[in-house]
């Protein structure tokens, strides 16, 4: 059938090119994907938490606590969190004002030299803090008693004012005043406070430098400065109680956000980190999974570390984790680990990693869970042809294409990553069964999207699956058709492979030019002849194949795959 030329010669077009951006490829993903993910970390799984009216239990050594001490912090799940901080029921709010229309009176309490006030008005002010307002906060920091507090903490034989101390500072540190409490001197003593001989203190002190450390850079930075990591760590004791455990593993979660100092040591996090995953409580689950992956994202080889702390074989198990507060952290801290070397994502295969994840992406689980997946799966399949065909071994190929054919924007975009990453990568036999489930038309249609860096390695998918296809011509049939030209073709993928000529990318442009002219040349020669009826510049007359064109012989199905 005719078509219009829509192609001006190589010199015209390169000299009409402009270039914009030189978009560097990276094997093993685009960093600034990450980058993007890592963005959003912060609001996927970093939060404050304010403690409301109940007292974390106490260390089964610690003398009996009062009642008001005896329950545990209410821990969100990620993402993203509620803070759980109601009014304490039993002060109305019209008490509530009057307190704070009486704050210089507190004030002059806590400034006085007398502890029995001192304790009295610290409490006031801590249920003050527990209605979350904004306005009660600044109130409380203009009245300028943020040093008062933090010079409570060094009270050693008060305990109880060093609590309810911490106890005011964690919750304005749970407000978007963080800040201050960081930079009034609190700090220090609350990491001397980790090494208290009260439970009760230890475990606010845990909790006020969990909420610092979810704060800005320069918040967590003062942390470091002050030697908290080590510190920390030896609050993790078998006896721990399961409330402190899970605060002090949320508040470990926290500090491991982002890029860690050269002087922090990994490995020391990863050994308890690795023994936290194991654990059947689904907060302390969570967070230590958390930690895994932000620790893999922001410490140079931390990847190599976590494989060697051994925390692989039971991230993978917990990938059929019932619970999506665990299911996240789990699969983003395996997409982390996949961006490693070979070897690295041997380690990942060789634990069943791809049999999980054809499950997830053959059923109905969440969009972001899918998309992780599909992640997981394209920086496997940009390795070796033996783990292509692990990919392949899986069954994972035909979920890819329903995928591609089916779901949301942003999910088509991974599966099509994943699918390109496979084509570009595979050999003639393991191509020839890509195409058989059906891969080039969902292919062709990934030359569309509005990602230079995807559609070039599209573009090399297509390459080495014509390059194939050419390759079999010269068998024993002696065919004349490239069977696989012949289909995009027929399903429209030429008509996308011209629209390419105006991307303005060089490097998409001349793979273009080489694919249009090495395997659909008697096209060119024919759209280029003036003496073909039809053949003209104008618009009308193009005539294209739906991409519901008959499709080549019986690929197979997904159900074909299972069978």
Known sequence: MPRAPRRPSDEARRGAYKPRVDFSRSRRRREDGLLALRRLDRDAGLFKRRRDETSPAVHASDPAPTPAEVESPAAGARPPPTPSSPPDAEAPRDAAESELEGLSELVDKVCSDDTTSQLEATVQFRKLLSDEKNSTVIKIIRADVLPRFAEFLSRTGLPQLQMEAAWVLTNIAASDYTLLVAESGAVPRLVELLGSPNANVRHQAIWCLGNIAADL?????????????????????????????????????????????AEVQVKPILEIVSQLIHSADEKILADACWTVYYLCGGVDDAIQDALDAGVCPQLVNLL??????????????????????????????ENGILNCLAQLLGRNYPKNIKKQACLIVSNIATGSKDQIQAVIDASIISPLIVILKTSETDIKKEAAWALSNAASGASSEQIQYLVS????????????????????????????????????????????????????????????????????SERIYGLVMKLLQSYWEEEVSESDDPNIPGSNDSADSVETTSEDAAQPAAPASVADEAE
Request: net charge negative; glycine share 6%.
């Open 217 to 261: 850079p320069s918040c967590r930075d003062i942390l470091f400065d002050h030697g908290v990591v080590t510190p920390l760590l030896s609050q993790f004791r078998e006896d721990m109680k399961i409330p402190v455990l899970r605060t002090a593993m949320w508040a470990l979660s926290n500090l491991c956000f982002g890029k860690l100092p």
């Open 320 to 349: 059929m984790h019932a619970s999506s507060s665990v299911l996240l952290p789990v699969i983003m801290a395996l997409a982390r680990i996949s961006a490693g070397d070979d070897a690295q994502v041997q380690v990942l295969i």
């Open 437 to 504: 489930r059906g891969c080039l038309e969902p292919l062709c249609n990934v030359l569309t999207y509005q990602d230079p860096d995807l559609v070039y390695t599209c573009l090399e998918g297509l390459e080495n699956i014509l390059q194939a296809g050419e390759a079999g011509k010269k068998g024993e049939e002696e065919s004349e058709t490239n069977p696989y030209a012949q289909f995009i073709l027929e399903s429209g993928g030429l008509d996308k492979l011209e629209d390419l000529q105006d991307v303005n």
